[in-house]
Structure formats: C-alpha cells, structure tokens
C-alpha cells in the first residue's frame, strides 16, 4: 500500500476546492433567496401597477402644498416660508430626494405627478415589507400573498396611498421597525431592536400621527419579559422623537396633518375592508399572537375618529396593517386547535371562519375589480393654456395662484419674485396680485374669507377649460 504524500502543490490544491466549495454555495444561497422573493416582488410590482392610474387622478386637497414644498427642496434647495404647523420637513427631504435622484420633475409633464411618482415607489415598498411582516408573524406564504393582496386591490388603500401625505412616506419605516420587534424568541441579539427603534423614530418624525403605533412596538419589547431592553428601546425611542421633533410640535402635527377627506369619505369607498378590520381586531384581541397588532389598530381607528383629530392622518397608516390583521385572523381561525379538559377539538373554527372568509370575499371582489382612478384623469389642458396666456400677457405681473400650479409656473420659467402661494399672500398681497383661479384654489375659498373678498372683487379677464376644471385669470381687486 501507498501512504499519501502531502506536498506544497496539495495545500493549494485543498485551498482552491475549498474556496470553489464556499463560491457554489455562496451562489446557491442567493439563487434560493431570489426564488423566494420572486412572489413578494411580483406582488409588490402587481401594487405599483395598480396605482399608476391615480398619477393623473385630481388632486386631494392636502397635496398641493407638499408637492410645492418637496419642488422647494429637490430643485430650489430650500423650504418655503411659512412652514406653518403641519409642516412634515423630513416627509419632503426623502420625496425631494427621490425626485433628485430620478430627475422626475423633468420626466413629468406637472409636478404633482413627479412627486406622486415617489409615492408610488413608497406604495410598492409598503407592499414587500407588508409580507416580510407577514412571514416574521409565522404566516403561511398565502396567507401573507393574501395581505399583499388586500393592499393592492382595496380602493380605499389605492386612493389613500397615492396621495402626497407624510403618512405614506413614513409607512415604509414603521412597516419595518414593527417588522423587526415582531419575534417569538426570548434571547437575541440587540441589534435588530436598536435598528427598529431607529425606524420606529424615522417614522414618527416623519409623520407625528405614527405615535399610534407606539403601543404595539411596546407590547412586542415587553412581552419578552426583559426589563433593561424595554427601558433601553423606551428611552433611546424617547430621546429620538424629542431630539426629532420636540413634545409641543409633535401634538402639533399629530392633529394638523389630518387635512384632506373626512374618514367617512374614505370608508364609504370600501366598507368592506373598513367593516372586516374592526371585525378582525376585535376578534384578535382574543389572539396571543395577533394581540398587539390589534391593538395598534385599534388605536388608530379611534385616533381617525377623534372630533377634530388627526382624521384621514391616521386612516391612511390603517390599510396595510388591518390587511395583515385580517389575514392573520383568518389563518389563526382555522388553524387553531382548542383543548377541553383532556381533549383537544380539532379547528373548532375552520368552518365559521371559512365561511365567513368565502362571504366577505364574495363581496369584496366585485367591489375591487374596478381599478380605481381608471376614469378619473385630471385635464391638464386648461392650466398649460393659462400658463401660456400668463407667459405672453403677463410676464412680470405678480400673480396669486394655488401650491401645485405655482410648481408648474416656475417650473416653465416664471420669477418665483412674481408667483405667490394662498399661505405666504396677506390681505395687501390679495389686492395687489392678479389671481390665476384653479379648481384646488376655488376650494380654498371657503376657509381663506381674504381669498373669497379678494374673488369677488376681481374681474374675469381670461377662461381656459369648462365645468369643475376650468382655469380663470382675474385681474387684481
């Protein structure tokens, strides 16, 4: 028998297979995570999809001054004075910094559609982390493809989330600080609790009605039982939200961000979903596993009812997370096993729930199965005409018109010196400014009593546009 003889050449030789071994199993691991993620991702771009037909639905009331104000940050390089109380500055640096780096002001023929298109990149964010989530919850890849689904078809979460809002900006974070505390094992290492507080904290500043989430990502610390982390995460969240924002501007913003639709308006578009969330949350107050996240639910459901509260602020944070509360509800019902004495009944539940699962989808998907925002297109032709007829007629006169047009009009080459926003004009700004009359300016006739004195004064010198859309340049008072 021959004994091996080990040489130089050998070594190299076990150095190559082993450094060959490490890259196959290397690309085998990445080959396996990307088959995993084909679903979530095809979700996720299945969600964006479906809101590309709302970036040229009309304006929302609450989406003209974000949208002039992320125009002052990604182009101008500043805010826009008076911020006022709702002002949501880091909601506007992460969209100004979206359309930078995208250059969507110059892909997109209005700026209200270059900044919804950031939304829309939020929108699909919210529906991979809603299934991450899921799947951090213990459940099943259906029963999280089914969430994923629910955010993508509900038109009251399509509407919802294509607006300009800070919510939608701030959803992304808290999906994932929520996402990261949501474990069932006792002993871990401390960094995916520190990276969720941070996210928890990003969330909050960037919209402060995201408080409402607070007790939820405290019922996930406290119920490991271990005392230093909670204090540890509840004085680092603590610390975060006061450096960020401060006690007096986080009440501040919590209540004026609810400008915009009243809830009703928005459940009245889907009272299915609205009516199986508070059924789902009530049901999953009896759940261990669920508990928390109905309580955060919950929370923001009477948060949105609050006589002059945060209102459709906290509505809009409801859609991804009572989605993941309705299919977790689901998958709990008829899979749980309930013991009697020495008994144990198997899925006492699976019929009823099943049953009432069958019904409510029975309903639901007619309701879905038009896209929303298919007919709804704003006529974009009547203020490219008004901004034209400004251009030839009156290039340097100053002229007092609403958030999204004055993006537009500055956009095309107009002196900012002589375009004025509604919240920087007083009463002898009013009477020295000709008013370029808009459909999101004529709604801000009825809580602006100087722009109402200063309409009616004026005289209709132009008419671009006929009906709701019409643009009308008025000669100063």
């Not at 939608?168 to 069932?184: E, I, K, R, S, Y």
């Not at 749980?336 to 009823?352: A, D, K, T």
């Not at 309903?363 to 704003?378: H, K």
């Not at 290039?395 to 926003?421: K, N, Q």
Request: with cysteine; proline share 6%; net charge positive.
């Amino acid at each position: 028998m021959t004994a091996h003889r080990w040489s130089a050449l050998s070594s190299v030789r076990l150095i190559a297979r082993s450094r060959r071994l490490r890259a196959e199993e290397r690309t085998a691991t990445a080959g396996h995570v990307l088959l995993r993620l084909i679903v979530p991702l095809g979700l996720a771009g299945l969600t964006a999809a479906l809101r590309v037909g709302m970036l040229q639905s009309p304006a929302q009331p609450v989406e003209a001054q974000h949208v002039a104000q992320v125009y002052a940050v990604a182009e101008l390089g500043k805010l826009l004075d008076p911020l006022g109380a709702a002002a949501a500055p880091l909601a506007w640096l992460q969209i100004g910094g979206y359309t930078a780096l995208t250059d969507a002001f110059a892909r997109h023929a209005t700026g209200a559609i270059a900044v919804r298109e950031s939304i829309l990149f939020a929108s699909a964010c919210c529906a991979l982390l809603v299934w991450l989530f899921a799947r951090r919850m213990s459940l099943s890849r259906w029963t999280a493809a089914a969430a994923v689904g629910m955010v993508a078809l509900s038109p009251m979460a399509i509407s919802i989330q294509s607006a300009v809002r800070p919510e939608n900006v701030a959803m992304p974070w808290a999906l994932a600080g929520l996402g990261l505390l949501w474990t069932h094992n006792r002993h871990r290492s401390l960094a995916p609790d520190l990276w969720a507080t941070a996210f928890l904290v990003i969330a909050v500043i960037t919209a402060p009605v995201m408080l409402a989430l607070v007790p939820t990502g405290a019922w996930l610390i406290w119920r490991r039982r271990r005392k230093r982390l909670s204090l540890m995460v509840a004085s680092l969240f603590t610390l975060g939200v006061g450096i960020g924002l401060g006690t007096t501007r986080v009440l501040d913003g919590a209540y004026l961000t609810g400008d915009g639709p009243v809830p009703a308006h928005w459940v009245a578009m889907d009272p299915v979903l609205a009516a199986t969330a508070v059924f789902a949350a009530c049901g999953a107050l009896f759940s261990y596993r669920l508990r928390p996240l109905a309580v955060g639910v919950l929370s923001l459901i009477v948060t949105a009812l609050i006589p002059g509260g945060p209102g459709t602020a906290a509505l809009t944070v409801v859609p991804p997370l009572a989605a993941l509360l309705i299919a977790g509800t689901v998958e709990c019902g008829i899979t749980h096993r309930e013991r009697v004495g020495r008994h144990q009944l198997v899925r006492p539940f699976l019929v009823p729930t099943a049953a009432l699962a069958v019904t409510v989808a029975a309903f639901a998907i007619p309701a879905w199965a038009s896209p929303v925002g298919a007919t709804e297109r704003s006529d974009i032709a009547p203020a490219v005409a008004a901004a034209g007829w400004l251009r030839v007629n009156l290039p340097e006169a100053r002229i007092l018109t609403d958030d999204s047009m004055w993006v537009d009009l500055v956009r095309g080459g107009r002196p900012i010196a002589a375009t004025t926003r509604p919240d920087e004009c007083v009463d002898t700004c009013l009477a020295q400014s000709w008013l370029l009359l808009t459909p999101a300016l004529r709604q801000d006739i009825d809580v602006r009593p100087g722009l109402a004195s200063a309409v009616d004064r004026s005289k209709l010198v132009a008419v671009f546009g006929a009906g709701e859309t019409r643009v009308e340049v008025r000669s100063h008072p």
